[in-house]
């Protein structure tokens, strides 16, 4: 079992930074595929960002793709997204989640797959 909480959220105005934490409980960590999802007000959760195992695969949706960089330091038990340019339409929590999945990290993209969810963490971009 896996406990996820994240930090680092906060308000910010368009083209700004944040850097996003997802501290994990137990020995295991390292075994686990690491993702990122937001969600808006009433919008579904979607999508952000994931990372496999080891660290050196990480796949993106197309929205962030070259603003946000996730990764994960299994020796310290947690992964962050480094959140740049940011925009009005990045609003929202932020989830960090946890699967032991063998499948590649392409198909690991939808939320129903993923077993671990933390509380989440509000981001604001102010325009």
């Known amino acids: 079992q896996v406990q996820l909480v994240e930090s680092g959220g906060g308000l910010v105005q368009t083209g700004g930074s944040l850097r996003l934490s997802c501290a994990a409980s137990g020995r295991t960590f390292s075994t686990y595929v690491m993702g990122w999802f937001r969600q808006a007000p009433g919008k579904e959760r979607e999508f952000v960002a994931v990372?496999?195992?080891?660290?050196?695969?990480?796949y993106y949706a197309n929205s962030v793709k070259g603003r946000f960089t996730i990764s994960r330091d299994n020796a310290k038990n947690t992964a962050s997204l480094q959140m740049d340019s940011l925009r009005p339409e990045d609003t929202a929590v932020y989830y960090c989640a946890a699967v032991a999945s063998p499948s590649p990290i392409v198909f690991l993209t939808t939320h129903r797959r993923y077993d671990y969810w933390g509380q989440g963490t509000q981001v604001t971009v102010s325009s």
């Open positions: 990372v496999n195992p080891s660290g050196g695969s990480t």
